[in-house]
T-cell receptor, first 114, second 113 residues
Framework: AQSVTQLDSHVSVSEGTPVLLRCNYSSSYSPSLFWYVQHPNKGLQLLLKYTSAATLVKGINGFEAEFKKSETSFHLTKPSAHMSDAAEYFCVVTSGDSNYQLIWGAGTKLIIKP | SQTIHQWPATLVQPVGSPLSLECTVEGTSNPNLYWYRQAAGRGLQLLFYSVGIGQISSEVPQNLSASRPQDRQFILSSKKLLLSDSGFYLC????????????FGPGTRLLVL
């Protein structure tokens, strides 16, 4: 069965410093992986996705993630945090058991300090 | 462009009362439709998905049901709400065959008292 673990429930960084949100997955096949972002009082939005092409994936708002099969990781990074990045971030993996199921991590709340 | 609407935004209901949450999509045809529940501190749990009118699949057993009476309308219902039904409910759609990219509505916050 597939699963996703987001290692930190909260991450706090100062504006202008790098962001690292960690995600590890477990899958018995080659999954697709995604990061979604949920801003306060707004809906969920796809940030980026990995679907077996280049292992370094660039998304919106300067975020990127690297798929590392040997480490079963898909960490999200950004070189310099902005106040507008404050949101909750979800790591997601496709389910091999269902053509429609996505397996969601518990989320990481990113806090940006001025 | 495509838009997805959900209503109501917030709902407070007594235990044992019925529920009807509505979701509509504009600007696309024959979408896949999804209902999720998001609990605080937890990820999204897929409740139902639909690939066409009248076609509903349930991922988990529960007190809720879903219907798709029209191509771009998806309804989440319950005959008798339980306290445990409280949560944040999200509707989403995707292009057929592209489950990876789902577009979410603004959500409905349901509080059952």
């Amino acid at each position: 069965a597939q699963s996703v673990t987001q290692l930190d429930s909260h991450v706090s960084v100062s504006e202008g410093t790098p962001v690292l949100l960690r995600c590890n997955y477990s899958s018995s096949y080659s999954p697709s992986l995604f990061w979604y972002v949920q801003h306060p009082n707004k809906g969920l939005q796809l940030l980026l996705k990995y679907t077996s092409a280049a292992t370094l994936v660039k998304g919106i708002n300067g975020f990127e993630a690297e798929f590392k099969k040997s480490e079963t990781s898909f960490h999200l990074t950004k070189p310099s945090a902005h106040m507008s990045d404050a949101a909750e971030y979800f790591c997601v993996v496709t389910s091999g058991d269902s053509n429609y199921q996505l397996i969601w991590g518990a989320g990481t709340k990113l806090i940006i300090k001025p | 462009s495509q838009t997805i609407h959900q209503w109501p935004a917030t709902l407070v209901q007594p235990v044992g009362s019925p529920l009807s949450l509505e979701c509509t999509v504009e600007g696309t045809s024959n979408p896949n439709l999804y209902w999720y529940r998001q609990a605080a501190g937890r990820g999204l749990q897929l409740l139902f998905y639909s690939v066409g009118i009248g076609q509903i699949s349930s991922e988990v057993p529960q007190n809720l049901s879903a219907s798709r009476p029209q191509d771009r309308q998806f309804i989440l219902s319950s005959k008798k709400l339980l306290l445990s039904d409280s949560g944040f409910y999200l509707c989403a759609w995707s292009v057929v065959g592209q489950r990876e990219t789902q577009y979410f509505g603004p959500g409905t916050r349901l509080l059952v008292l």
